[in-house]
């Protein structure tokens, strides 16, 4: 049994014990990496927590936080207080009242040498196949040599898929063959499932369970190196949700932070789930097998989020195959946009691409969309950025008179438009003759007062009508 007093005497991870003394003989089953200010959806019995207090500001935020741990049952929390000077007195106190033991890692320390030393401890009471399975897991931080000892143990090949249908890793390249499917544990927007080329019952259900159960300790461990990764581009992630005007040698000294080569071409994504706070999953989930580097963070309210990425290999169908993966996640609206390609000093005006291409999906009706803003066009990124007050306003002074009296001749002034002004084309277009075309655009202009003809108000014309009602 690993107990938290068993993690304290491990010598190389240094932790100090800070609050809970009476309660070291708690034992502890799994890990958990959060820095949500309210964990309670997420965290279960005997648990240790590991957070780097990223949600701590001032006195008070700890009450939710560790209340949540308790009323779980956690066996203990680990925090570091790297960014903030040290454990704050606030958190000590909490923890003291709530009874949850509280142990502080050095600032030098990563998550992830914790998770694989207690991933040892916990592989030292098991024998047999758990064992290797479990010391297998330790041992490699790469997802298909796990999945290779797993497929050893069960006697069949094994794949870890995504809800999306991406196939993250297996035993071997062949397709899988969805014969058992196991549910990877964890909290992730995406889910992973198990999936193995065997029936499963007895000890080779238990050895497949145990094998899921650290794929999920394997992705926890690559969610602590993307969360680190990820604070290193925060700076510059927040410049590009800032959407007022940015220094350009700040926003160049942010981008230098990354390690970004300064020379790259660049996307921006960007990510709307108004059902819940899951777009950063969404995020990289879509990029999970970009070829180039890419850091995705969360955006400016608890639905968005934002993504920058090294222009590479992106292929001519990229949306399309995003938006079938996203349609498989279930409920709730999904929507993604991306701006660019573009240097580093058109990076903000990829971002502002990216958000407007979103605002455009919202406005349609489809549950799941991926939208390019460079398929848009100007005139569609211009109007999404503009309010709707004024978009409405806009349409209804330049068509109002057709609008309300006239639908037909507002349906033959848009195939007359689209036809780039041509009555052949256009007449063509509606089945009519030339002359009732032209009859049809005379009307609709002494209706709307202007001449149709004209170019500039053909484009007034045009636009107000890409305006959806």
């Not at 580097?293 to 399309?320: K, N, T």
């Not at 969309?369 to 409405?392: F, I």
């Not at 202007?450 to 500039?456: A, G, I, L, M, S």
Request: aromatic share 4%.
């Amino acid at each position: 049994m690993t107990l938290v007093r068993t993690l304290l005497g491990l010598p190389e991870l240094r932790l100090r014990l800070r609050a809970g003394g009476d309660l070291l003989d708690r034992e502890v089953t799994r890990i958990y990496v959060t820095e949500l200010p309210d964990p309670s959806r997420y965290v279960t019995r005997g648990e240790l927590v590991l957070s780097g207090l990223l949600w701590w500001h001032a006195p008070g935020d700890a009450e939710p936080f560790v209340a949540a741990l308790a009323e779980a049952g956690c066996a203990a929390l680990a925090a570091s207080g790297a960014d903030s000077g040290g454990i704050p007195s606030d958190l000590v106190s909490t923890c003291e009242r709530h009874r949850i033991p509280l142990v502080e890692v050095p600032a030098d320390l990563s998550f992830a040498v914790i998770t694989e030393r207690v991933v040892l401890a916990l592989a030292a009471e098991s024998d047999g196949a758990r064992k290797r399975l479990l010391s297998a897991a330790a041992e490699t931080a790469s997802l298909p040599e796990l999945l290779a000892s797993g497929a050893a143990e069960l006697g069949a090949d094994c794949w870890v898929r995504s809800a999306t249908g991406r196939v993250v890793a297996g035993s071997t390249p062949r397709s899988p063959r969805d014969r058992a499917v196991v549910t990877v544990g964890g909290r992730h927007a995406v889910p992973w499932t198990l999936v193995v080329d065997a029936e499963l019952s007895g000890g080779r259900a238990e050895i497949a369970d145990e094998l899921a159960s650290l794929v999920g300790l394997a992705r926890a461990r690559e969610d602590e190196v993307r969360a680190v990764r990820t604070r290193v581009a925060e700076p510059l992630l927040a410049l590009l949700r800032d959407r007022s005007a940015a220094d350009p040698a700040e926003l160049a000294s942010a981008f230098a932070s990354t390690g970004l080569p300064s020379g790259a071409r660049l996307r921006v994504l960007a990510a709307s789930t108004p059902a819940a706070p899951i777009a950063g999953d969404v995020l990289g989930e879509l990029l999970a097998e970009h070829p180039a580097p890419f850091f995705a963070g969360a955006g400016d309210d608890p639905g968005s989020a934002l993504a920058v990425a090294v222009d590479a290999e992106w292929p001519s169908g990229w949306a399309s195959d995003a938006e079938a993966g996203l349609a498989r996640l279930g409920p709730g609206r999904l929507l993604v946009g991306t701006g660019g390609p573009a240097p580093l000093s058109g990076l903000r005006g990829a971002a502002e691409e990216a958000l407007h291409a979103v605002g455009v999906a919202e406005r349609g009706a489809t549950r799941v969309a991926v939208v390019s803003g460079e398929r848009l066009g100007p005139l569609t990124l211009l109007l999404a950025g503009a309010p709707d007050d004024l978009r409405r306003a806009l349409r209804d002074r330049v068509l109002g008179p057709l609008l309300e009296q006239n639908p037909e001749l507002l349906h033959t002034l848009r195939v007359f438009l689209e036809c780039s002004g041509s009555p052949a084309k256009a007449a063509k277009a509606l089945h009519v003759h030339v002359n009732t075309l032209r009859y049809r655009m005379a009307r609709a202009g002494e209706l709307l007062g202007v001449d149709v003809t004209d170019f500039r108000t053909q484009v007034d014309l045009y636009l107000a009508l890409t305006i959806d009602p």
